[in-house]
């Protein structure tokens, strides 16, 4: 009966062990293919009130003001180049940690590679401020957050942030990523879009 007891609860703390991962930054588990396809689904079988773009179609026609309140055609903004699309917030943390990593990128890639542009699912009055007390130097558009903002539209459903998708110089989009990036993820994006300039 003992034992019963003691493998209950080893069984009991390491489920709660591999749920509390799913919810740390960078968490291995959170990085695996099938969770990353899960973290994708509408949540509960919710289907959102819009098209939720997947991997290999186009990136959707989304028109959204910057900071400064200008509309802009993501379309338009991307067109011709590989961009790393980046749904974000001033109040996310794990966003808020990745975008300086994301800005060097930008700052790198800026000549000839990726271009990096975000989407602030929040205040323009904060977005602005942040971006310029941060140094950020790639465009980021805002929306508010919903269940039909851009984030959904883009193919992140249940809303996490950070959420990033890669997109080909044609305009399709060859990956979507749920979390934090790292710089390994970069590098690599970087490279396949200069394997894939047509998202091939």
Request: charged fraction near 20%; include cysteine.
């Amino acid at each position: 009966m003992k034992t019963r007891w003691i493998l209950l609860a080893a069984v009991a703390a390491g489920t709660l062990g591999v749920a509390a991962s799913l919810r740390v930054d960078r968490s291995w588990l959170a990085r695996t293919a099938p969770v990353q396809h899960a973290l994708k689904q509408p949540k509960d079988g919710v289907v959102p009130p819009v098209a939720v773009a997947r991997e290999g179609e186009a990136l959707p026609a989304l028109t959204l003001p910057d900071a400064a309140g200008r509309r802009v055609e993501l379309t338009r903004l991307t067109a011709g180049r590989p961009a790393l699309v980046n749904v974000w917030a001033t109040w996310c943390g794990p966003c808020v940690k990745e975008m300086p990593m994301l800005d060097a990128f930008h700052r790198a890639q800026a000549p000839n590679g990726v271009q990096v542009v975000g989407i602030a699912l929040d205040d323009a009055a904060a977005v602005r401020d942040f971006m310029s007390r941060h140094g950020i130097g790639y465009t980021s558009l805002v929306d508010v957050p919903g269940k039909a903002d851009a984030g959904v539209r883009l193919g992140n459903p249940r809303g996490v942030l950070p959420f990033s998708l890669l997109v080909g110089a044609d305009g399709r989009i060859l990956e979507q990523w749920v979390g934090p990036l790292e710089q390994g993820d970069l590098d690599a994006w970087a490279a396949r879009a200069a394997a894939h300039p047509t998202g091939d």
